[in-house]
């Protein structure tokens, strides 16, 4: 079974930067997807960023040209570097991975609040 664990969570201020990890516990490399979602209480989990181990990127809509995600293959790791936060940006962020058969994992979620 995979096992992720997000870490970087905090207060940030409007216009500040902060950057999200998730370590597996396996070897990434069995994931053919990973990213992350955030959620709102009262909102459905919406999508953030997600990566293939092609390298391909999605994104949302409203996190476009603020929000990078890459994978770190050496540490296991998937980070999300999160630029120019806005109050709408505050959310518990949850990390996903999908495998190659199409087995979903999550992570505990880690929560983002943006505030002055």
């Known amino acids: 079974q995979v096992q992720l664990v997000e870490s970087g969570g905090g207060l940030v201020q409007p216009g500040g930067s902060l950057r999200l990890s998730c370590a597996a516990a396996v070897d990434s490399s069995s994931l053919y997807r990973m990213g992350w979602y955030r959620q709102t209480p009262g909102k459905q989990r919406e999508l953030v960023a997600t990566?293939?181990?092609?390298?391909?990127?999605n994104y949302g809509d409203s996190v476009k040209g603020r929000f990078t995600v890459f994978r770190e293959k050496a540490k296991n790791t998937v980070s999300l570097q999160m630029n120019n936060l806005k109050a709408e940006d505050a959310a518990v962020y949850y990390c996903n991975g999908l495998d190659h058969w199409g087995r979903a994992y999550w992570g505990q979620g880690t929560q983002v609040t943006v505030s002055s």
């Open positions: 990566i293939t181990s092609a390298g391909t990127t």
